[in-house]
């Protein structure tokens, strides 16, 4: 016991973990059981025991410190290095939130506004259109390019309604466009990016369907066109360096730290059909707000308890209460009679904020709380706050494939853990 008091005590000095300054006004009606939380732990070593996963790293913080935190297995089961606390991981899609909050401190400064339309900022997107596909008399399929009914705007952008979609999933005309400009295999700069995209057309009229796709890489450019820096310039300025996100980056730049990357499994590289998980030992270009970050389980963590505790964070302020409430609030509700794609991720009991999925239902048979918000990356990654409960929860790992199954299961069983 004694041991596993002063790994705690380690996990606080590493993590710069501090009361939430916002939370600690909450009342708190739930705790983790031991007896529930070794159910986690046994689901995990489970899932390595049968070759699933190489390894993984699972936190939870409750209260502004850590109440759970184990490294399970190995990064890599080609040097069978263990999980540790400083491993690299691809964050891919947890790089939206982080994108997200660089784009709400220059709303907050007046320098950007949710209305402005994204041709304010990359002119190119005033003369995009929508591909309508057409059945001509013969039976021919025809994609018509028909114009915008309003501008794309920044709200479009944070909250995915802005037509822009991945394109290597859901079929039709638009989507294979996507899917033939391989955008997720290049490595343009950000404006060359931008430049790029606004030469296809919309899979939707602006503010009509959630889609996900490149709408967080869209806003990576705006960010920079506002800024007059990169987008890791910006954040580093803002954000990584004040928070202590020292490992958090587009690659890993230094040889020294190639050892520490986790690696998925050898049969389970693949993203998608078409796209491998990313070489991050080579240098890029491509600086993508929407899924190029890499970083470690330590440095996301002070991400979280800075959204937790309502934008502070060891006595800095980087967004305002409000801010945050707004980012971690449904807009794409009944009220906005937006439609929701065929793959439409965050679920039924949930809707989307600006960056995350938010928890606006109780999932059948729990007592899961309302409002908690929450994403995750392909490469497997995923994270939740639960202000209600004055936590959050990070898990590391890499693999694609069995990325979904595995969060749900575990999400479950923390859940339970706590009586939920």
Not at 1 to 17: P, Y
Not at 347 to 364: D, I, M, Y
């Amino acid at each position: 016991m004694c041991g596993r008091r002063a790994l705690i005590a380690a996990l606080v000095l590493l993590f710069g973990a501090i009361g939430a300054q916002a939370g600690s006004e909450r009342r708190v009606a739930h705790y983790f059981s031991p007896e529930g939380l070794a159910k986690v732990s046994d689901y995990i070593r489970n899932e390595i025991a049968t070759g699933k996963i190489p390894g993984a790293i699972l936190l939870l913080q409750q209260h502004g410190k850590p109440v759970y935190y184990e490294n399970f297995g190995v990064r890599d089961v080609a040097t069978e290095i263990s999980m540790s606390a400083d491993t690299i991981f691809r964050l891919y899609s947890m790089s939206k939130p982080i994108t997200s909050v660089m784009v709400m401190m220059l709303v907050e400064e007046g320098r950007l506004a949710l209305d402005d339309p994204v041709s304010k900022y990359i002119p190119a997107f005033a003369g995009m259109k929508v591909g309508v596909e057409t059945k001509a008399e013969d039976g021919k399929t025809a994609l018509v390019l028909e114009p915008l009914n309003r501008p794309i705007t920044i709200k479009d952008l944070l909250r995915h309604t802005s037509g822009l979609p991945y394109g290597y999933y859901g079929g039709g005309a638009v989507h294979q466009l996507y899917a033939e400009a391989n955008l997720f295999n290049g490595d343009l700069t950000n404006a060359d990016f931008v430049a790029k995209i606004a030469t296809l057309p919309l899979a939707e009229q602006p503010g009509t369907v959630w889609d996900y796709g490149y709408s967080t890489d869209v806003l990576g450019r705006v960010v920079e066109v506002i800024s007059g820096k990169t987008l890791l310039q910006f954040e580093k300025e803002r954000l990584l360096d004040p928070l202590g996100m020292s490992e958090t980056a587009f690659y890993v730049a230094d040889p020294a730290k190639f050892s520490r990357i986790a690696e998925p499994m050898p049969d389970d590289r693949n993203i998608n059909p078409t796209t491998q998980v990313r070489d991050i030992r080579r240098p890029l270009k491509w600086q993508s707000g929407g899924g190029g970050m890499v970083g470690t389980v330590g440095d996301y963590a002070r991400f979280a308890q800075m959204l937790l505790n309502g934008g502070t964070y060891e006595g800095r302020r980087y967004l305002k209460p409000e801010t945050i409430a707004l980012m971690a609030s449904d807009h794409i509700g009944p009220e906005t009679r937006i439609a929701r794609d065929q793959n439409y991720y965050p679920g039924a009991t949930s809707g989307f904020g600006f960056g995350f999925a938010v928890r606006t239902s109780v999932p059948p048979t729990t007592s899961w709380p309302l409002g908690e918000y929450r994403w995750d990356g392909v490469g497997g990654t995923f994270f939740f706050i639960d202000p209600e409960d004055d936590l959050f929860g990070i898990f590391m790992v890499q693999t694609p494939s069995q990325r979904g199954r595995i969060q749900l299961a575990l999400k479950t069983l923390i859940y339970q853990a706590m009586g939920r």
